[in-house]
Each structure stands twice: as C-alpha cells, then as structure tokens.
C-alpha cells in the first residue's frame, strides 16, 4: 500500500504531542517503557522510528511551514502578498522582513530538534540490541535497515535546520547523555562532514527501491541523493558569521561526491524518469499511489487526518481556490509564466491559470494572479467535498526526485570538468526532453561551454522543481539569490509598462470553459485578435498591468548578506544563554 505508515504514524502523532509547548532539544523519555523495551524487537523499533519520521510533517514541519514559507521569494514565485504587512508572520518571512520576534519561526526550530533527538536515540540504541548481532537474518536486515533510516532522517533535519539558520547547535547523540545542554553553534562545515560520512554509513545499511516499493520509506537511492545534495551545498556558497558568502577553498572534492552519488542513483536502475511530467503528481503524489518509475526516491508521509500535527495544507494553502475555499496564497511570477517555452508541457502543470466554480467549471486567472499547479485541489483523488472548509487533505510532499538527481550529476560534471562532458548534456536533455513531450528536437542546442551550460542548468532546475522548496536555496549556493531577485524586479517593471519583451503581451484571453477543462482561445504571446471568438469568455489578461500587490510586496526587504538566513526565535536566545542572533539581526 501506498501509506505504508499512515497508522502508525497516526498513532505516533497523537501520542507525540508536537504542540506548542515543546522545548528546543527537550529530554523527554522515547516511551514510558523505556530504551531497553522499546528496542528489543523489530517492531517497536520500527514504531520508535516513525516518530522520527512525524516529526516532518505537520504545520510545523512539511505540511505548510518548511515547504511553502521558508522557501521564498525567489525568482519563480512570491510568498503571500498584500496587507497586513508587515506582519510579523508569514508574509515577513517571504518577503525578507522577518524578524527575532516572528510567530512562525519558534514551532518549526523546535519541532526539528525534536526529531534530531528522536534520531539520535534510534542512532545510539538499535546497534546495541542483541539481534543486530545475532538475531534471524530478517532481524539482522531489518534492524540494518532501520538504522540507516534514522541516519538519513538526522541528515535531512540538520539539512533543514543549516540552510535556513545556518550555524545552528548540534549533537549526536540523545541529550540524556549530554552532560551541558547548553549547546553553542556548530561551524556548518563541520556538520555536513559529519552528515556526509552519516550518510554513506547509511548507503551501506539500506537497500535500493523495488518496484511497488513505497517511496514514503527511505531506500538507499533517497539516502545517495540527499549525500549528493548535501555535497553541493557544502560546496556551495553560504552566508557566513562575517556577513559575506562564501564557499570553500576545497569546494570541488563535494562536487566529486555529489557526482559519485548521483551517477551511482543513475546507475543503480532502480529510478527512471516518468514519461508524463504531469503525471507525476496527478497520477502519483495527488492520486495518493506509488509512482511506478521510481521517479519519487522519497516522500513525507502525510497521514490523511485532518491534523495540524502531521498532515499538509497541499492544496488548500496554493493552487486554486475552489467554491472560493482556499488560501491560493503562492503566487507564480508573471514573468515566470513567460519564461517557459511555449511548447515546454511542464508550465501547465506548475501554472494555473484558473478558479474553480461549485459547477466545476473553470473561470480564468489574470496573469498577475496566477498560482501554482503541481499540488491542485482539482487534481486530487477523492477530495474533499467542493463545499468543506477542510485545510488538510493528506497529500505527500516529494523530497527528492529523479529529475533532480539527474540535474545535480551535470551540474556536478559540468564544475568539475569545466564544461559539460557527454554524460552531463545526456542527463540534462533527458529531462528537458521529457519536458517537450519526449520530442528531443523541440529542446533546441545544448550549450558546450561551462557558462553557457551552468545557466542552462540554472534555468532548467527553475522549469523542473518550481514550487518543490527548492529554488530559494538552489539561488544561495550558487550566490545568485540577489541578482535574480533584483533581475526579477526589473523585468517586472518592465512587464508592468508593456515594453521591451514584454510589448506584444494580449491584454484579453479569450477561452472556452467546460467542467474540469479549459481551452484557449488566442495566443499568449500575441495581441489579442479584433474580433472575439464566438461563444468565448474573456479575461483581463495583462490588461491592467501588474497590480501593486507584487510591485509593492516582492521580495521588499531582501538584504544582502542577512536575508540570506533567519534569525533565531528570541524564546531560542532567551533559553539559551550561549546563543546570540548573528548575520545582521
């Protein structure tokens, strides 16, 4: 089955209480029965593991915080515009004003280091039991297993935790065997060393995915690729305590990890591309089955009970608004819109362009009100009633995909050869020719040289993983975050006075609409025609320019060498007499 631990994840959630009282790395027992009862068996090793795996969904972790506030502006999307602003809450966090004080920073800081200190018990406690050693061959396996699991889920909450906080404490081991909690900050390159040496650790404990396999448990190729992304941002530019970006000396020794990894994914089979984008999350994510290519190496597990603890708001917080239920609070970027090719299938999977009636008619969007796609109400599979004001629709959120695997080995290629190699161009245009209907000659030429193929990727990562979290952090390891914002902010302007690229732009759509469908009429990038089709409905298209709401609101308060990062909660530096904010704030 698809929720392989949908129950026991329930269970876990409603016994965990990740609630607002939690403590930043609070000792609390893993069970009233204690270690020695909860890891002398597989399966209450297996329990005691989800709930280290609760720990990313929810408000707090996956569920809305860390995939749909965190992660921007960028130069693909904006956060939640408008008034009130500032707000001391989400809108100041996409839009670079946050401060110590925000509402929205504490929760998901803690509920982190929640499952940091739940991994951590796991970590220290399975290879002790007696079984590990010499339990059944199923035992020794499983218990292997298990462990490489707890390894990767410490890796990706450290991951979490460093490319939004950066310098952050940390410790590897349970805090009942810490004799000092008050922990000071960890140098980042020091924990992504000791997370890239986890995580091949791990790669030796796991096996690579089946077919049918569930893609909500880790698998060998999910802990490959999160060492080769790890790999890149350790080789990456970041923000350091001096306030510049910088990147190390030896950065190109992770780029030849990251290559490693992902070409031992590529080459393990047991990942491949599935031929419809689209589907991908219509018949997969949001058809709550198991991607049969493989293409998903791991999703969060979102248990389906209209829980703030461990659902999503996938669906309801973006994409379109149904009935006029929903938040559709991400914006897509008009220019964004017109970045995509305009046979390149991927933009109408990202982009909606409509609402959606009672009826299930379509209505039409403005081009200064589009949002994203990938993760629609409408595409769900038995969604909540058109008239519910449900929030939580159990929908999973993907960590890692093939494309992106296949992405990271040319970019890792193309640093570490100067330009790209054979094999970088292959992997970058097999993606790029799913795209276009799997029509390579629609992709056009593949730049040879390094710049041009680094930007070529840069763009190529923007079409593939809009709205997946990824690409605010993508733009700060390569140092590019403020030049795309403030290049996005000139194209903008210039989209808003219809000039330069943006002249022929139509001011009407026309369109036919039916139930679930909806078929344009004229051409986007073209005035509209004379006449009106006959039957058509009509949108103000780009009639009324961009509105104030993103002139005003995108990216307002993005400081170079500070926004970068978010400061520390101020109950965080309060409790904590050994941590002070840094990077300006």
Known sequence: MKRVYKSILAVIISLAGLSSCADYLEVTPISSFGPDYVFSNVTNTSKALAGVYATLGGDNGYGIRLSMYYPLDDDIMMGQGGNPYPDNER??????????????????????????ERANICINEIPKMAMYETGTAFEKRELRRLHGEALVLRAQLYFELIRNWGDIPAQFEPSSLQTDLFSERMDRDLIYDRLLNDLSEASNLLPFATPGS???????????????????????????LDRQMKRSADYLSFYNIARDEALAVIQSGAHNLNPSFENVFREGILSKRTEPNGEILWDVAMTGGSSQFGDSKLGYYNGPRWNNIGNSALTILPTFFYAFD??????????????????????????????DGKFRRDWITNPVSVNSNAQYFGVNWPMIRYSDVLLMFAEAENELNNGPTPAAIAALESVRTRAFGGDAGLIGATPSDYQGFFEALV??????????????????????????????????????????QYSNLPSLMYYEA???????????????PVVAPAGSASVSWAGNGINTTILTFYAIG?????SELLPLHTSVT????????????
């Open 558 to 562: 993005f400081t170079p060498g500070k």
């Open 459 to 500: 763009n190529e990562r923007a079409f593939e993983l809009a709205g997946e979290g990824v690409r605010k952090y993508d733009l700060i390891r390569w140092n590019l975050l403020d030049a795309k914002l403030n290049e996005t902010k000139a194209k903008l302007a210039e989209m808003a006075s219809r000039t330069g």
């Open 214 to 240: 569930s893609s909500e448990r880790i698998s060998q190729g999910a802990a490959r690729a999160l060492r080769a992304k790890i790999a890149l941002f350790r080789g990456g530019y970041s923000l350091r």
């Open 91 to 116: 809108r100041d966090i996409a839009h670079y004003n946050v401060q110590p004080s925000n509402t929205q920073l504490r929760l998901p800081f803690n509920q982190l280091y929640v499952g940091v």
């Open 514 to 528: 039916g139930a679930n469908s909806m078929n344009w009429l004229n051409s986007f990038y073209q005035p509209q």
């Open 574 to 585: 309060d409790a904590n007499p050994k941590l002070k904010q840094e990077y300006g704030y």
């Open 342 to 371: 305009e046979n390149d299938q991927r933009r109408d999977v990202t982009v909606v362009p409509y609402n959606i009636n009672q009826d299930y008619t379509l209505v039409a969007k403005t081009l200064q009100t589009l949002v």
